[in-house]
């Protein structure tokens, strides 16, 4: 009260103060004496102003408060004001001297505690749901054989080494990283981005489409999974064309973003495992339906030929052999039968002939020599036909040949086909490296040791060697020279 500046009307009477004076006095005593505070409440009539500022109100069940935050203070708030949060809030406390009314200047704000967290996300979880972004028939199938991987993380950490192990084991495919933030106010944008870009990629531009899409992110508590819960990042993932698998924290943690993606993984490395078939699996798979398709080929091919042996149908040779040597005879007899034939005709002709008047006797020359020309057409013919049934014969053996010949190929290609599969053995062998200078280590029960991780200092081993097996001790302290011995007079210099 000692900043005012009374006007006294009389001796007798209080001081007079003008408005403006009050007001300022208080403004000056409320900040000396709230300079800093620290307050909870429930946030309520959230208003942005068109020049950055936002107004709002904090209340409990008791009373009310205003509250602004200036412009240069949103960007750095942990969260951004929403109807019915309820955060805690610090800043100064200060007047409104146009309005005589008090308020708060918030300088930071951060969230009241995990039940408001939860029923922030429970809300907006029921909201989403209500909108069918949950819904298993929008799901995407992920593709059984990607051939681009598309990942969205952050570039540093074990996330994004989990992954890429995972995959150059299981399936050596192309792996495209978007680096993003994924802890903080702008890891939800940077997200959100990063998915639209993928989506937006076309199917033959320079930068290959990803097949299927992992978010992936290590674990945390729940403020620092709390941007997976953001709206336009779900919104986001759900209408994305491309497959998404989600593998955000732990396999206890969840988020938003879990059920709006197409999968959810339980960690990181889950998430390659999902996204990845295993290429020695397909291998296996494939010689297994090769072996498979030869057993039924096999099986075929002998059912046959047991029907075709129970038939006891003749052979070829045994069809073709009595009517082969019948054609032969008939063959034979057909040229003297065939002269015959002309003679017996030929005498028949004259002894008719010489019946006629002596005026006629040149008509049988004539016809003798129109039959004998009709006989050679018809011998002439038969020998065609002859000579059309040795060549249909020698076809026959020509086709033996090729049957032959046939058969020769298809051993040829069934000994090749077993060289590939004893080459595939021998590439198998576990002993294989062991000719090149490798070793296997054995524990003392005989089990395989995989990892150095898995032996214990001290532990008695077994290495096997190409030709032989030897035995080891982990981490053996090397043993110790021995002294030279002294003479028994000399001293000892030291």
């Known amino acids: 009260m000692s900043d005012l500046a009374p006007t006294p009307d009389d001796a007798g009477n209080a001081p007079a103060y003008s408005v403006s004076e009050l007001a300022f006095a208080l403004k000056k005593t409320l900040e000396t004496a709230y300079g800093f505070v620290r307050l909870r409440g429930e946030i309520s009539k959230v208003t942005r102003h068109g020049n950055g500022h936002i107004y709002l109100d904090l209340k409990d069940e008791n009373a009310s408060i205003n509250g602004v935050v200036w412009k240069g203070s949103v960007r750095g708030l942990k969260v951004q004001p929403s109807q019915g949060l309820e955060v805690v809030v ?30 922030q996300l429970e809300r907006l979880k029921e909201q989403l749901k209500a909108e069918g972004l949950f819904d298993a028939d929008r799901k995407k199938p992920l593709p059984s054989t990607p051939q681009v991987v598309g990942v969205v993380t952050s570039p540093t950490g074990a996330v994004i080494r989990d992954i890429l192990h995972r995959i150059r084991d299981r399936w050596p495919t192309r792996v495209i990283v978007w680096p993003v933030v994924v802890q903080g106010q702008d890891a939800a944008a940077q997200v959100a981005a990063a998915v639209r870009g993928f989506n ?121 052999g009595p009517r082969t040597q019948r054609f032969d005879l008939a063959s034979g007899r057909l040229a003297a039968a065939l002269e015959r034939n002309v003679a017996v005709h030929e005498h028949a002709f004259a002894r008719i002939g010489g019946r006629f008047a002596p005026a006629l006797l040149d008509r049988p020359q004539r016809l003798k020599a129109e039959r004998l020309a009709e ?20 076809r026959l053996a020509d086709l033996s040949a090729r049957m032959h010949r046939a058969i020769d190929h298809r051993l040829k290609r069934e000994g ?29 029960d005989g089990r395989l040791a995989r990892r150095g991780a898995d032996l214990q ?7 096997v060697f190409a030709d032989k097996a030897r035995k080891a001790i982990v981490d053996g302290a090397a043993r110790p020279k021995p002294r030279p011995a002294t003479g028994g007079t000399q001293g000892d210099l030291f």
């Open 90 to 119: 610090t800043g100064r406390i200060t007047t409104f001297a146009p309005r005589s009314s008090y308020q708060i200047v918030i300088e930071t704000m951060e969230h009241a505690g995990v039940g408001a967290l939860l029923a």
């Open 200 to 320: 937006a990629l076309p199917p033959d531009g320079p930068v290959p489409r990803p097949d299927v899409l992992i978010v992936a992110r290590g674990g945390g508590s729940i403020e620092d999974l709390w941007p997976f819960n953001d709206e336009a990042l779900a919104r986001v993932v759900a209408a994305g064309d491309i497959p998404l698998i989600s593998a955000v924290g732990h396999e206890t943690d969840t988020t938003l973003i879990d059920y709006v993606s197409d999968r959810r993984a339980p960690t990181p490395t889950a998430a390659a495992e999902i996204a990845t078939p295993v290429l020695a699996d397909l291998k296996a798979a494939v010689l297994d339906s090769e072996r498979r398709m030869n057993r039924c080929l096999q099986h075929a091919l002998e059912t046959r030929r047991s029907r075709l042996a129970a038939a006891r149908l003749p052979r070829p040779s045994e069809l073709l």
């Open 375 to 394: 006989l050679s057409a018809r011998l002439a013919a038969a020998a065609a036909r002859a000579a059309d049934t040795a060549e249909r014969r020698s």
């Open 416 to 444: 090749e086909r077993l060289a590939r599969i004893e080459q595939l053995r021998a590439s198998l062998n576990p002993d294989g490296p062991l000719d090149r200078g490798f070793a296997r280590v054995h524990h003392a």
């Open 457 to 463: 200092a001290g532990e008695e081993i077994r290495l």
